[in-house]
């Protein structure tokens, strides 16, 4: 079982649509998970932390599910302007290293 | 403006040459990292530092080294013994560099190995 695996991709979605992404985990002992944005050619930014108790930020509504090493990421009313590689990342549970995901391309179309 | 500086943006090699990376931060973070990104990859590490003086290998350390000597700057020498250097490498640095710290990345380089 790869580290984080993600949703392949791509999605197509029109503007206003509800899209959502997957992300499964190897490694029980994991502590801290985040998604990131990566637009075309540019650096990695976070987008949100995923906490237990789920959490959501606008638009974006991510959750855990702990038991089944599960992270998910939910985008609402979507804009063109979230097109973007979507990233799970996930740390260890010991060591200090981030793990990403290859990422989920969406193209939000007018 | 606090921040990641990485430079050059692009940058062209011929084989068998070292080459040099530039990453910088004045965000006071005592962790940097650098990675790799190749076409339809996750980000692969490649070194992390998470103190100064201090540095430890990645997952991909095999023909890059780094140094830390001081705590703004992390560079990353890529070496004639990297097999294939074409990728786009990221710096990133953390506050403290324990699990769960958020990493903050700069805007990488391109580099091309001819």
């Known amino acids: 079982r790869k580290e984080v695996e993600q949703d392949p991709g791509p999605f197509n979605v029109p503007e206003g649509a509800t899209v959502a992404f997957n992300c499964t985990y190897s490694?029980?002992?994991?502590?801290?998970f985040f998604w990131y944005r990566q637009d075309c050619r540019k650096e990695p930014k976070l987008l949100m932390s995923?906490?237990?108790s789920g959490n959501e930020d606008g638009r974006f509504t991510a959750q855990l599910n702990r038991a089944s090493q599960y992270i998910s990421l939910l985008i609402r009313d979507s804009k063109l302007s979230d097109s973007a590689t979507y990233l799970c990342?996930?740390?260890?549970?010991?060591?200090?290293?981030?793990?990403f995901g290859k990422g989920t391309l969406l193209t939000v179309n007018p | 403006d606090g921040g990641i500086t990485q430079s050059p943006k692009y940058l062209f090699r011929k084989e068998g040459q070292n080459v040099t990376l530039s990453c910088e931060q004045n965000l006071n973070h005592d962790a940097m990292y650098w990675y790799r990104q190749d076409p339809g990859q996750g980000l692969r590490l490649i070194y992390y530092s998470q103190i100064v003086n201090d540095f430890q290998k990645g997952d991909i350390a095999e023909g890059y080294s780094v140094s830390r000597e001081k705590k703004e700057s992390f560079p990353l020498t890529v070496t004639s013994a990297q097999k294939n250097p074409t990728a786009f490498y990221l710096c990133?640095?953390?506050?403290w560099g324990r699990g769960g710290d958020e990493q903050f990345f700069g805007p990488g380089t391109r580099l091309t190995v001819l």
């Open positions: 990342v996930v740390t260890g549970g010991s060591n200090y290293k981030l793990t």
């Open positions: 490694n029980s002992a994991s502590q801290s």
């Open positions: 990133a640095s953390s506050r």
């Open positions: 995923v906490y237990s």
